[in-house]
């Protein structure tokens, strides 16, 4: 739990910043994954039936790829933010984990400093702050993404139709 207490005291730091990378990543996967298939999909089938693309505002097969343009470069920025937003949050951990365990150490050790084990200490300082930053950033850029796009797929399903939505909550399940 000391571990779990550590993270969150960090994260809570970084509030605004979490908050950002939440929205983000709500906009992002979700558009990505959804959004472009359903869209393009309707492209396709939209060339299909279109001899000739009208270069007027009232073509929907030019309406429709003019979205899908506005949309990709959404994508693609809501993308760089989102790295951006990993790049500034991630690093500091290791920095922050360091001078916790140097403080706990010196804390623990103020009286008898004949029982440290130099070799041991330096081993875990290293170690120890590169896997939580490595697995923290794994969950961050993989898991809570895909978390959040099957909670946005399955809303999707239940506004398209209740039984959709029922089947799609229940093979995530």
């Known amino acids: ?7 969150l005291e960090y994260l809570g730091q970084h509030k605004i910043k979490l908050f950002f990378y939440f929205i983000i990543n709500l ?9 472009f298939s359903v869209l393009f999909s309707r492209l ?16 929907p097969t030019l309406n429709l ?3 899908i343009s506005v949309l990709y470069a959404v994508s693609n920025v809501a993308k760089l933010i989102k790295t951006k937003l990993e790049n500034r949050i991630l690093p500091g ?22 029982d ?5 200490i330096i081993s ?10 490595n697995i ?13 796009t099957l909670f946005v797929m399955c809303g999707l399903g239940f506004y398209l139709d209740v039984g959709f939505g029922g089947i799609l909550s229940g093979f995530f399940v």
């Open 65 to 67: 790829l003019v979205l």
């Open 1 to 7: 739990m000391i571990v779990y207490d550590f993270v």
């Open 93 to 114: 951990l290791i920095d922050y984990a360091r001078s916790n365990m140097f403080s706990s150490i010196l804390q623990k050790m103020k009286k008898n400093y004949k």
């Open 27 to 35: 906009l992002y996967l979700p558009l990505e994954i959804f959004i």
């Open 136 to 148: 923290i950033q794994e969950i961050m850029s993989v898991f809570f993404p895909r978390i959040l």
């Open 124 to 133: 875990r300082f290293i170690m120890i702050p590169s896997s939580l930053k």
């Open 116 to 120: 440290l084990k130099i070799g041991d």
């Open 44 to 59: 396709f089938v939209a060339l299909r039936n279109t001899r000739k693309i009208k270069l007027s505002k009232t073509d």
